[in-house]
T-cell receptor
Framework: KAGVTQTPRYLIKTRGQQVTLSCSPI?????VSWYQQTPGQGLQFLFE???????NKGNFPGRFSGRQFSNSRSEMNVSTLELGDSALYLC??????????????FGPGTRLTVL | QKEVEQNSGPLSVPEGAIASLNCTYS??????FFWYRQYSGKSPELIMS????GDKEDGRFTAQLNKASQYVSLLIRDSQPSDSATYLC??????????FGTGTQLKVEL
């Protein structure tokens, strides 16, 4: 099976711009979660989508949003970019949403740099 | 207080030795626990999951869970230089919201 794919792999934006990142989960997986990784804060949960519905949301401002399509592909959007948004954005794919015994597999990530 | 805590290291072990990585968690609701390996500049790779008290073995890796003590560990036997990476402990109380520790950097020396 192909793994999780994320596009683009690298992005450079300036403050105030907006950005859209894309994630395609493993075939058959219906849950997509997004995480932000920075040297200072580590890996932090942004939100999770399952069957086109946001199921869970982390403690991030409303500038961070996402959506999921009927084929389980997901996008996340960050508006009005700030310098502090520079990070590695990771997408994780899982088969289910509610089951406890549910492993998540990460994509390669999108490295966003805000200048 | 962080919900998942790990010693940041670096933890240095000689090649062939056992590396022991530890993690504690504060939320008693946590049910499922995961160990991810992350090489510099790469994304996290799942290496072990554990849900019940006791040990779970997979090749050179053994995960241990003690819910009473709120403690999770990862043992790597016969450590190799290729095991040098940051090891992330993660927990969830159900669903897919993972809470991660800050990671332990492991260095396996020749």
């Amino acid at each position: 099976k192909a793994g999780v794919t994320q596009t683009p792999r690298y992005l450079i934006k300036t403050r105030g711009q907006q950005v859209t990142l894309s994630c395609s989960p493993i075939s058959g997986h219906r849950s997509v979660s997004w995480y932000q990784q920075t040297p200072g804060q580590g890996l932090q949960f942004l939100f999770e989508y399952f069957s086109e519905t946001q199921r869970n949301k982390g403690n991030f401002p409303g500038r961070f949003s996402g959506r999921q399509f009927s084929n389980s592909r997901s996008e996340m959007n960050v508006s009005t970019l700030e310098l502090g948004d520079s990070a590695l954005y990771l997408c994780a794919s899982a088969q289910w949403a509610a089951a406890s015994y549910n492993e998540q597999f990460f994509g390669p990530g999108t490295r966003l740099t805000v200048l | 207080q962080k919900e998942v805590e790990q010693n940041s290291g670096p933890l240095s072990v000689p090649e062939g030795a056992i590396a022991s990585l530890n993690c504690t968690y504060s939320d008693r609701v946590s049910q499922s626990f995961f160990w991810y390996r992350q090489y510099s500049g790469k994304s996290p790779e799942l290496i072990m999951s554990i849900y019940s008290n006791g040990d779970k073995e997979d090749g050179r890796f053994t995960a241990q869970l003690n819910k009473a003590s709120q403690y999770v560990s990862l043992l790597i036997r016969d450590s190799q230089p290729s095991d040098s990476a940051t090891y992330l402990c993660a927990a969830t109380g159900g669903g897919n919201k993972l809470t991660f520790g800050t990671g332990t950097q492991l260095k396996v020396e020749l």
